[in-house]
């Protein structure tokens, strides 16, 4: 159940402020039809995560467990400073979102924005970590559905009222103690 809560509050806290929030509140004022933004988002979000856990899985059998609690360990360390670097939205995958109708749209450029970014990355450390990387993606879908939701129905008005850096700063802190915790041994009992 850690796993479930921590993948869920880290990638929410961590969401807020991402290239794929502010692709969901382009896809919001461009579209103006939520259910087959966030239908997207949901699919999108369970096939890239769902690739990152069992990238995460399978890093774990291979790794052993000294190697594998310094690799987790520095990896959390540095999601840390990269959630301090702002994103910004490419210009290209707000392009893909005119070719296709809202749900297509939504899909494509949230599973290509997805690739690489610090979520998916994020995902396959904590699905390496914890014992269990089906309730790892789940709580990491979770977590990008109550960050990115929010941003469909609210679009510009809810952005202009968060304070970016200090949930940042939260987020940060957060991937800066796991990766201290994994580097002082936490998560022994699942192995590294």
């Known amino acids: 159940m850690e796993s479930l809560?921590?993948?869920?509050?880290v990638i929410a806290l961590a969401e807020i402020g991402d290239k794929t929030q502010l692709l969901a509140f382009l896809l919001a004022a461009r579209f103006k039809k939520p259910w087959p933004i966030i239908a997207g988002i949901l699919v999108a979000t369970l096939v890239n995560h769902g690739l990152a856990g069992a990238l995460g899985a399978w890093i774990t059998s291979v790794l052993g467990p000294g190697v594998l609690r310094w690799v987790l360990g520095l990896s959390f360390i540095g999601m840390a400073v990269w959630t301090l670097i702002p994103d910004k939205i490419e210009d290209e995958e707000a392009a893909v979102a005119q070719r296709f109708g809202v749900f297509g749209a939504t899909l494509i450029t949230f599973f290509l924005a997805e690739m690489g970014d610090k979520t998916q990355i994020a995902t396959v450390a904590m699905a390496a970590h914890y014992a269990n990387p089906l309730l790892v993606v789940a709580g990491t879908t979770l977590g990008m559905?109550?960050?990115d939701v929010p941003a469909v129905f609210a679009g510009d008005k809810l952005a202009a009222?968060?304070?970016?850096?200090?949930?940042?700063?939260?987020?940060?802190?957060?991937?800066?103690?796991?990766g201290v915790a994994t580097l002082l041994g936490a998560g022994a009992g699942f192995g590294f």
Do not use: N, Q, Y
């Open 145 to 147: 559905l109550i960050a």
């Open 161 to 178: 009222r968060i304070p970016l850096k200090l949930v940042h700063a939260v987020a940060a802190l957060i991937f800066f103690a796991l």
């Open 5 to 9: 809560l921590v993948s869920t509050g």
